[in-house]
């Protein structure tokens, strides 16, 4: 068995540099001014009206109806914030019409002409609505996601929902999976709570995680488990996206985006205590660096201390997260984005033998919190940090150049006991056979991706053009030695046993270094009401291998794909855009089998949407029914990854409303219908069978309302309801074990989520920007299993209760 060495988890570290980053005094600059010099050139209008916002730290609502097509007049010169936005729009038949709190949209001239416009305005906000900036309230309308350009969401042909930094605070999330709960196509935390990772599916796959453009490593226990405190938004793609992105999976994809640097100081410290003796504390501070705003900062952080769900497990992280943006020119940004993680916690997830859980046992029933594992063995300890940078230039009014770059190291090492395993692991009294795991993985990556934008007219016709190229190195080391474990009970669990005497196979122990190259070209294109995309992409794939477990086995795999996309839509001017799409994915499978390395899968898609904006308002309707083939799925078992399944098909309806109803109600719901099979697999009894940890129905909502005005003046409540039908969980190539089979059927479930909280600030403005609230995940307790995988059960995420304190100035 081999030795560890473990460095002890200093959590001392985070205060100091909290306390630092904390100080106002950190910021030379305490407000924007009124006043700047722009070097706007003549682009397309949203972009155009969108650089300004950002450039001043101010809301900006745009109706993408409105500005489709529309080129705005070059910005140069001195000018405050309103007068630059008014320059933009000079002929374009638009006006700018200022709001509450410093924010501005954009109306007709026909609708807005009665209307006093004041000479200046300028109340900054820090929220910006970009593709890569801050969205007010619940609705974003603008993403990057499945082109690399920034486009209206409401107008983009797929399938698209984004987590806001509005909705992340709301609900007080602690992970992805809570970020992602009430989105549609996605079952979170598939196998119920795991401190360790996200272990989410979109449209029946796990994604690939995107960060700031570029992708993060992911093995087969090492995840990026990123912390959700330092994002800005969470957006969600479903649908293969390998024709810009490269190696992605046909389900989906998580998009996120970090929160950068920003001109205005704003700082913030969160404190929470909860169930399970959680408690955390979180902070945020950016602003200027020198009186020009040449330099801006950013730097934040997390430190928890908690207890989970399962006993003599905790759950610590440190993190810390900082940035940096030098503006070189009017026309040219670099931005720097660094993270450091620290894990340590264990097993939660606890691969529970299926007697005790969802089958009868005479030694009765496995206790929730109970730990069948032995506290004195298991361990979990994983760091993470990335390095790397994002830089834009714009060339001309035409053309603008993007380069973003990244090297991300993940190391990993952790023992675990896996409880069963087999149709009889439980004895009549109790005692219970198990599995002993030692893992060793670490992945190393480097990633640059490079793209020239166009935005120019042919005739009637409008393009926005995109060239990339882009290249990715992965180095893995993975060792997965398997072995029987002494013993326990299911009843009275056995802890501080002799492990030395185990007896391990390698059944994976493998370097593996991955060079991938793609090339790729894009077109969006405006026809007055007409919009057509067209992209494709080229990428060359290298794989060597070395099998340290089938006798240093070699292996080399040279891969090339390329992957196309077209989408047609039409936007009526009531904001009704209906759309047709094809799209394919193309991604390379990790490891390999008898020495010999996996093929990548491939996919393809066909989807058949509708997007809905009334026009005026802050919300997003939209459906999407789709048609999703993948071939080539490699999946893992006891005895090693094989390669059992040659192709699934997953047909579903997916229905979405999101935003903000009015001032004071937000809402998000979620109807997903999937319908899943195994059409091609080495054991014709998996043909036809639903794909494992698929529902076919799923239904969400979630609705939040803050009062405003009156006596409840501050107060806020929230309150969400979660849907997760019956799934089929048989692991693909177990039909000649199991007994019957709904042993691996789970029943459905439904659990409820609330929230309230009160701003302080309207008792005494003496506590301006300090804030408390109270969330509840799972409110009524219930106990239900989230899914039963093979022999293996895993209980979902019990009632856990935060409050938590705000203060932010």
């Given amino acids: 068995m081999p030795m560890f060495s473990r460095t002890p988890f200093r959590p001392r570290l985070l205060v100091a540099a909290m306390t630092l980053a904390s100080l106002p005094a950190f910021s030379l600059a305490q407000s924007a001014e009124s006043v700047r010099s722009y070097r706007v050139p003549a682009a397309p209008l949203a972009s155009s009206l969108n650089q300004i916002a950002s450039q001043a730290g101010v809301v900006l609502s745009i109706d993408p109806s409105l500005t489709a097509g529309k080129r705005a007049q070059a910005v140069q010169g001195e000018y405050d914030t309103a007068g630059a936005l008014r320059q933009a729009l000079a002929g374009s038949g638009l006006m700018l019409v200022p709001g509450a709190a410093g924010t501005y949209s954009v109306q007709p001239v026909a609708d807005s002409a009665a209307l006093a416009l004041p000479e200046t305005t300028v109340n900054a906000s820090s929220a910006v609505e970009s593709a890569w900036g801050p969205a007010t309230g619940y609705l974003a309308t603008r993403t990057a996601a499945g082109s690399k350009t920034d486009t209206a969401i409401a107008e983009a042909p797929r399938s698209i929902s984004v987590a806001t930094r509005q909705q992340m605070q709301d609900r007080k999330v602690q992970n992805l999976d809570d970020a992602v709960r009430y989105m549609p196509g996605v079952i979170a935390s598939s196998y119920g709570s795991d401190s360790r990772a996200e272990w989410m599916k979109i449209r029946g796959f796990e994604p690939i995680q995107m960060l700031d453009g570029l992708p993060l490593p992911k093995g087969t226990y090492v995840m990026p488990k990123l912390e959700t405190w330092n994002l800005e938004r969470v957006t969600l793609l479903r649908g293969p996206a390998s024709s810009v992105y490269g190696q992605t999976p046909p389900g989906g994809l998580l998009d996120m985006v970090s929160r950068r640097p920003e001109a205005l100081d704003s700082h913030q410290v969160q404190l929470q205590v909860g169930t399970f003796q959680h408690k955390q504390i979180s902070f945020d501070s950016t602003g200027r660096v020198d009186e020009d705003g040449r330099f801006l900062y950013r730097v934040g952080g997390v430190l928890r201390d908690s207890g989970t769900a399962i006993e003599h497990i905790d759950d610590q992280r440190f993190n810390i997260a900082p940035s940096l943006t030098w503006n070189i020119a009017e026309d040219t940004r670099l931005t720097l984005l660094s993270q450091f993680n620290r894990d340590d916690t264990g097993t939660t997830s606890q691969f529970l033998p299926l007697q005790g859980t969802k089958l009868a046992t005479p030694a009765g029933k496995v206790d929730y919190h109970e730990n069948l594992g032995d506290p004195d063995w298991e361990f979990y300890d994983k760091t993470y940090y990335a390095l790397g940078y994002a830089f834009e230039h714009r060339i001309d009014d035409v053309w603008q150049f993007r380069q973003n770059l990244r090297y991300t190291k993940s190391d990993l090492e952790f023992q675990s006991i896996t409880a069963g395993g087999f149709a009889t692991a439980v004895a009549d009294d109790g005692t219970l056979s198990r599995g002993a795991n030692v893992v060793n993985e670490d992945i190393s990556q480097f990633a640059v991706d490079n793209n020239l934008q166009a935005d120019f007219d042919t005739g009637a016709l409008k393009h926005t053009l ?267 190539g177990s039909m000649g074990f199991v007994r019957d089979v709904s042993d691996g059927h789970t029943r459905s479930y439904t659990v409820y989520d609330a929230a309230i909280r009160y701003d302080l600030g309207k008792l005494s403005n003496a506590l301006q920007g300090a804030s408390v609230a109270l969330n509840a995940k799972n409110l009524f307790d219930k106990e239900y299993l989230a899914t039963c995988d093979g022999f293996y059960c895993y209980y979902g995420d019990p009632r856990s209760v935060i409050a938590s304190v705000d203060y932010q100035w």
């Fill in 466 to 732: 995109l060239l990339g190229l882009d290249y990715q190195r992965v180095n893995t080391n993975y060792q997965w030695l398997f072995g029987s474990a002494p013993p326990s009970n299911i009843i009275t669990p056995i802890y501080g046993q002799d492990f030395s005497n185990v007896a391990y196979t390698a059944f994976q122990d493998y370097n593996q270094k991955r060079h991938g190259t793609g090339l790729y070209i894009q077109d969006q294109i405006a026809l007055d009401n007409w919009r057509l995309t067209l992209g494709g992409r080229q990428d060359w794939l290298s794989s060597d291998t070395t099998f340290y477990n089938a006798g240093n086995a070699e292996d080399s795999r040279h891969d090339s794909a390329f992957s196309g996309n077209a989408a047609l839509s039409y936007v009526f001017d009531p904001g009704f855009t209906p759309y047709v799409s094809y799209a394919e994915s193309f991604q390379a499978e990790a490891g390999g089998s008898g020495g010999r390395t996996f093929r990548p899968s491939t996919g393809k898609q066909y989807e058949l949407g509708i997007k809905y904006q009334p026009p005026g308002s802050d919300m997003l309707f939209s459906a999407a029914a789709y048609d999703l083939k993948r071939q080539n799925i490699v999946t893992t078992s006891t005895a090693g990854a094989t390669e059992p399944v040659r192709e699934v098909q997953v047909r579903g309806l997916e229905l979405e409303a999101v935003g903000n109803v009015n001032e004071s109600l937000k809402i998000t719901a979620a109807y997903t219908y999937a319908n899943s099979k195994m059409r091609k697999t080495n054991d014709p009894r998996d043909e036809n069978r639903a794909l494992p940890l698929t529902p076919e129905n799923q239904a969400s909502l979630w609705a939040d309302y803050t009062w405003n005005d009156g006596t409840l003046a501050g107060v806020g409540i929230g309150f969400g309801a979660r849907y997760i039908g019956e799934t089929d969980n048989i692991a693909v």
